[in-house]
Structures are given as structure tokens and as C-alpha cells.
């Protein structure tokens, strides 16, 4: 089966650029996620998606992140514009069933963005 | 709020020498608890989970048991390979539906040497 599947891998930028990350899930998983995870840090989520309807965004930094999972499949998380507190890892993550306690969630390889 | 609290690394061994990486944990109501592991360039995997007190998760010769009375999840294993060498991240989920969103420590880096 294949596995979640992210691009690009690296993105170098400027501060107050934008920048846009894609995820494409494990097929069938109908919980998405997205993850930030900062240099010596484990990974703090930022937004998940189930379908393609939000249920929790509560740790997103709406000013300047946003998200979509259109068609309950694909994702993009977007940043604009971009400060240099944003360079990090960022991991998307599927999981089978929505709300299902303890089932496992699968990660992709991630994004790692440095903003200069 | 819920947290995890992972020793620092890094943890430097030599091959088949034993390893404990401490977790312990912070939780209201009845978490759900994980490692994953993070291998040089790849994405984080799952190595073991444990969802009531009491239960052991076991996978590739890494232990943990689920300690309610000591809010503690360790990690262990027998004798170390250089293959272990990663990044080791304990975390739990909260399991409140629809919202199971993963709480991770900080990680710890194993360095394995023959």
C-alpha cells in the first residue's frame, strides 16, 4: 500500500513570502492532519481534517496559515506570509477512521521549510 | 492541559546494551499512549501502542507498559542494534472523539555504536 505522500520535500524562502506544502493520503483514510514540528520539538498539530470538513484548528495560526482538503482527498496548507518562526518540519499524517481511539496514524516523509 | 515529558538525549550506547527512554506523562481522563520512531531522512513511524493501564505494547524487540499509577510509559528493549539508531518520540492521544489529535514529547536521539 502506498504511503502518504507529500512535496515538495525542501522549500527555501524569504521572510513575507508565501509558500504552499501538498499531502496526499493513504487512500481511503478519511482523517487528515497536519503537524509542525520545530527543531528539537515533537511535532504539534496545527490542523486536522476529517472528509473534508475541519474538526479542530485551534492551534493554527490563522493569520497567516490556512488549509483546505478539498474533495475530502488531497490537502494543501499554505503559509502567507511567511516569518522566519515558521521554518520547520512540516508532517502530514492519515489515519483510517474518524475519531477512532488509538488507530494508528501514518506520516509522510514531511516538508522542511526554511524561511531567511 | 495534557503533556509529555520525554528524557533528553542524545542516549549513546553500544551495540547490545540495554536501552529505557522515560516517558511520563500529564492527562486527564484515559490516554491512549505511543512511541514512534524517526529514522535518519524518514517520516516518524509507529513502534508500539498501549490503550488501557497495565497493557504492554511489544514490536521489534522494544517494550512499554502502561503505568496509571506512575503516569509513566518507558520504553525499553534488550539489547541494541546499530540499525536502532533514531529519534524516539513518546506521545499520547486523548481519544475524545471526533478530535484524537497526538500530543508528542520532545524526542530522544538514540546513537547505537558497534
Known amino acids: 500500500e502506498a504511503g502518504v505522500a507529500q512535496s515538495p520535500r525542501y522549500k527555501i524562502i524569504e521572510k513575507r513570502q508565501s509558500v504552499a506544502f501538498w499531502c496526499n493520503p493513504i487512500?481511503?483514510?478519511?482523517?487528515l492532519y497536519w503537524y509542525q514540528q520545530i527543531l528539537g520539538q515533537g511535532p504539534k498539530l496545527l490542523i486536522q481534517f476529517q472528509n473534508n470538513g475541519v474538526v479542530d484548528d485551534s492551534q493554527l495560526p490563522k493569520d497567516r496559515f490556512s488549509a483546505e482538503r478539498l474533495k475530502g482527498v488531497d490537502s494543501t496548507l499554505k503559509i502567507q506570509p511567511a516569518k522566519l518562526e515558521d521554518s520547520a518540519v512540516y508532517l502530514c499524517a492519515s489515519q483510517q477512521g474518524p475519531g477512532l481511539i488509538a488507530y494508528e496514524q501514518y506520516f509522510g516523509p514531511g516538508t522542511r521549510l526554511t524561511v531567511t | 492541559g495534557n503533556s509529555v515529558t520525554q528524557m533528553e538525549g542524545p542516549v549513546t550506547l553500544s551495540e547490545e546494551a540495554f536501552l529505557t527512554i522515560n516517558c511520563t506523562y500529564t492527562?486527564?481522563?484515559?490516554?491512549?499512549l505511543f512511541w514512534y520512531v524517526q529514522y535518519p531522512g524518514e517520516g516518524l513511524q509507529l513502534l508500539l501502542k498501549?490503550?488501557?493501564?497495565?497493557d504492554k505494547g511489544s514490536n521489534k524487540g522494544f517494550e512499554a507498559t502502561y503505568r496509571k499509577e506512575t503516569t509513566s510509559f518507558h520504553l525499553e528493549k534488550g539489547s541494541v542494534q546499530v540499525s536502532d539508531s533514531a529519534v524516539y518520540f513518546c506521545?499520547?492521544?486523548?481519544?475524545?472523539?471526533?478530535?484524537?489529535?497526538?500530543?508528542f514529547g520532545t524526542g530522544t536521539r538514540l546513537q547505537v555504536f558497534p
Open positions: 498501549a490503550t488501557k493501564a497495565d
Open positions: 506521545a499520547l492521544s486523548d481519544g475524545s472523539p471526533p478530535t484524537d489529535k497526538l500530543i
Open positions: 487512500s481511503g483514510h478519511a482523517t
Open positions: 492527562a486527564t481522563g484515559y490516554p491512549s
